[in-house]
């Protein structure tokens, strides 16, 4: 599929940082890189690009960090700090809707279905939350403002169920 690399990091920072789609598109290089280069293990996305318009860290694992870095080497004649992070095949932004239209195309090139921009942050809450991380730190991750609107994301499987009584 064209454009590989640039719909990997797409979907990782949607799976591995959490975010919605129209911070995804939103994202510029400087945002995320210091002044060597290199990826941040923190950044900040401004309010005006939050849904909640309010600005938040955003922490970016040991995997994220060598995925973007990879990225930005072989950027070439793009590789600008005040690019966009997702550029378009012309090197401009994607929209927030445009940005969900990529996510669905790639999807449907997968052959996955029921799959949408959020299933990335639906994924990386869940994930977060099964492995034991204290709900309040998720839902500062994830930009939220009320516990009750992370649990929402949250998916339990029926093994999970299974395996939660057997502990009695």
Not at 13 to 39: F, N
Not at 47 to 65: F, G, W, Y
Not at 131 to 149: F, R
Request: hydrophobic share 35%; aromatic share 8%.
């Amino acid at each position: 599929m064209q454009n590989g690399k640039r719909n990997r990091l797409m979907l990782l920072l949607s799976h591995y940082a959490g975010l919605r789609v129209g911070e995804i598109a939103s994202l510029k290089w400087k945002d995320l890189l210091d002044r060597d280069e290199k990826p941040k293990a923190m950044f900040y996305l401004k309010a005006e690009n939050t849904k909640a318009r309010e600005a938040r860290q955003v922490h970016l694992n040991a995997r994220m960090q060598r995925e973007l870095t990879s990225y930005w080497a072989q950027l070439d004649r793009w590789k600008k700090p005040e690019r966009p992070v997702i550029q378009s095949q012309k090197g401009g932004s994607f929209t927030g809707n445009s940005l969900v239209q990529a996510f669905s195309r790639v999807f449907h090139a997968a052959g996955i279905e029921d799959a949408s921009s959020h299933s990335g942050r639906r994924w990386f809450i869940t994930r977060l939350a099964h492995s034991g991380i204290s709900p309040k730190v998720i839902m500062e991750l994830a930009g939220h403002k009320q516990l009750t609107t992370t649990q929402r994301y949250i998916d339990v499987t029926d093994e999970q169920k299974r395996n939660a009584v057997e502990v009695l």
